[in-house]
């Protein structure tokens, strides 16, 4: 086996890697084995039959606990007439998981994945192979349902990683402050942008101000409206008086026109 193929790298600590060797036409994952057992028949140390004068598209997977495949790299191989794999193989499948980009959520987070159009490494592409990401039984559904039929008996016991998972999500959260940022930019311009506590600080300031001067105004309001009520009382009570006045008026003239002294 070539020193390429694993370089000096070892399997990400807690995790399991696994191997799902496809049918021809990728309907279903015909064969899983230990990635160990997969480097042991690289080395010439048993043979693959069934795949006998063929290119075998197979796929190297990263399992973490629940048995989630947190990264998978779709590789291809070629088998001889006798079963034995290309002697020559030398993907470095550990180096193109960690420096994968990102692939499908396959019920536990989006997964890393390299694959023919997403090499990290251009030249090794040719090496790959493109799954089919139509319909609920594509290549990379299938592997994960293999893998949570275990028949290989692994047992994980981490979920993320520096190598895998963690670096996946830092990389995702700078893509989406990047994105973000584009946006802002787009819509305020290079100096309009403000960063999210400035935005808070700016908004909490107008609602401060919006608030006193609601406050004001309706202070304004009800004392325009108390003067008018006392006016009204002022008003009231004159006329009260005016009245009084003409009532005894009125009985003045009654007494005069009686005689009355």
Known sequence: MSAEMTSDQNAPEGLEEAIGVYEPDNNAVAMEMRFCDFEALVDGGGTLEQFAASVARAAY???GTGLAVQGI????????EEGRIDPAFNIPLRYLMDNAGGGPDLGMGPIRLACRSQCP???HSKNLWEPSNEGEENPAQQLQKAI?????GLKPTSFVTNTVAENFVLEDARSEQRQLEARLTDAFGTEGKVNLESMIRQNSDQLT???????????QQQQM????????????QKLKTDLRNEQQRSRRLQELLRGEP
């Open 209 to 219: 101000k919006v608030s006193t001067k609601y406050r004001s105004d309706l202070e």
């Open 61 to 63: 997977a990263v399992v």
């Open 225 to 236: 409206y108390l003067e008018q009520i006392r006016g009204c009382r002022d008003e009231i």
């Open 121 to 123: 490494v251009p030249w």
């Open 73 to 80: 790299v779709f590789f291809q191989f070629k088998v001889d």
């Open 148 to 152: 949570w039929r275990n028949r290989l």
